[in-house]
Each structure stands twice: as C-alpha cells, then as structure tokens.
C-alpha cells in the first residue's frame, strides 16, 4: 500500500527568517568560518502563490553544508517587512538551529563577540552522532540569540572533524499532534527523552538534512498560536517530494493549514521547481517542494 512517506525525497533546506540578511551574513561567517552565501532578491508574482503573502518580496542567501547538514535558507523579507518578535525558549512555535562544534568555549566566545547573546544552557536532547566519545559537554546545549533574531544552539563533540548544523528543533504544545504530520512526511523515529519539566522526541528524515527534536513546553499559553513567516526567527522546514499536489492535499485533508498553494517558480536557483507553504500546530510552517535539489 502506497502512504504519503513513500513520496517523500528528502529535506531540501532548513529557512530561517532574518532582520537583516547582510548582518545575518556577517554574523554567520564569523561563526561558520567564512562560510559563502549564495543570494538571490525575489519579487516576482509566483513568491506570493508560494508563501501566502501578496505581492511578496524576499531578499535570500543559501549555503550548502553537505553532508554535515544540508541546505540553510536566510529569508529576509522585503515586502512585507521581516517582523521582529522576541522568540523565547519553551514558547509554542519557537524554532532553533542546532550546531554540533569541536570546541565549545571558542564558539560561545565568538558568538557572544560577534553580538549574540546567552539566553541559558540546558540538558541536551539531541542525541550525539558519536556515541563513543567522551565528552562532558555532549549534554549541554548552550543557546543565544544573534543580533538579527535566530536562536541558535550549540553542543560540544570534539571527535568531529568540522562544524555540524545537527538539528532543527522546536517548541511545541504538545508533540503527539505533531508526530503524525511527521511521519508522513517521512520522518522516522530515533529516541525519545522524558523528564519531570520536558519531554522530547528526536525524528529523522531521508538525506543529509538534520535532525528534528520537538520539546513540550513546560507551562504553554492559553489561545491560539500566531506564527507569520516574515517574523524574524522563524524557521520552516522544506521536504522534497514527487507529486506535491497529492501531498498537498493530502496534509490538508490531515488538518494543516494551506498557508500558500503549489506554484511554479519561475526565477532564481529554483527557477522550474515548485513550491507551496502549509502549516501544522503551534504554528510550525513546512514548505513542500517538488523538483531538482538546490543547486547553489
């Protein structure tokens, strides 16, 4: 029997909306080690069909990490204009990206250097991707904040050779809800982690892309959760799949929310793909794709 995750190709990017995508840059690089950034400013008809927003306008930069985490989209929104929201941790819809680094203390040092700042540490929920090695700070996350609005945090394993983008994770009211959309999605199940103030699953998809770790907020908000695509810290994640009309349609039929529509698009890297926006609860957005890999 055919299901939705047999459809599945992989995780095409990660997105994350930024204030200011030249800063976000300046800031990445000094962090990434001079990694390069493709850039591309979008404003044509098809932007709008895709996100949602009418007469959308996006100025982007992609770097590719390969094997060590895929494709890292920065959206800075033109029109309408990046929203700064103060996105904090064990909120509905917060999203962080995790990086895996060889020396913590130099990381943190350059962050905070550059103009990030320490938000707290916590108990790691990622799973190392080596298990043998010894490290005391395999546990601990350490997040920040950077100047343009991403949370980002970092854990420590230095039998790695270079710099990892491990996880995306995020914050949620409830996981159960979530985990169905997932797996159809082609996400499988890695491990769970369970404690007294949090609870958390670690779920993986086909491909080079990270990790996906979802956390029960502790104390969540009552009423319903607004989450827009231009609110600076946003992250989205973009699945790759064959026919993203059936898939479409599908996740509708499941209870997401047709946030954007699948469209042809017409210019830039991904010029003769297609794309389309939905959301899920907590205000997660997931982009489905249908077409060639990025190719920056």
Do not use: W
């Amino acid at each position: 029997m055919n299901t939705i995750a047999d459809d599945i190709l992989d995780v095409a990017h990660i997105g994350c909306t930024v204030s200011d995508l030249d800063d976000t840059k300046i800031f990445l690089k000094s962090f990434l080690s001079e990694r390069e950034f493709h850039t591309q400013f979008i404003d044509k008809p098809y932007l709008s069909g895709v996100i949602g927003f009418p007469e959308c306008a996006i100025q982007m930069g992609f770097t590719d990490f390969g094997s060590n985490g895929g494709i890292l989209e920065l959206l800075d929104y033109k029109n309408p204009r990046s929203e700064l929201v103060d996105f904090t941790l064990d909120r509905p819809g917060t999203g962080y990206l995790d990086f895996t680094v060889t020396d913590i203390k130099k990381h943190t040092e350059q962050m905070i250097l550059s103009g990030a700042s320490l938000i707290n540490t916590s108990d790691a929920s990622i799973i190392t991707l080596n298990k043998s090695s010894k490290n005391d700070n395999l546990e601990k996350k350490y997040f920040f904040k950077t100047p343009t609005g991403i949370l980002i945090a970092i854990n420590e394993d230095k039998s790695i050779s270079s710099l990892r983008l491990t996880s995306t994770g995020f914050y949620v009211i409830e996981i159960a809800p979530l985990l169905k959309f997932f797996a159809r999605l082609g996400y499988t199940f890695i491990s769970d982690k369970k404690s007294e103030n949090n609870n958390s699953v670690i779920l993986k998809n086909k491909g080079a892309g990270p990790y996906l770790v979802l956390h029960e907020c502790a104390a969540p908000p009552e009423g319903e959760i607004q989450i827009e695509s231009n609110m600076t810290g946003n992250i989205h994640i973009c699945v790759r799949v064959k026919d993203i009309d059936c898939i479409f349609d599908k996740m509708i039929s499941m209870g997401a929310t047709p946030t954007g529509k699948p469209t042809n698009i017409t210019a830039g890297v991904n010029e003769g793909t297609r794309a389309g926006y939905i959301t899920i609860p907590d205000g997660i957005k997931l982009e489905l794709f249908q077409g060639k890999n990025t190719q920056l």
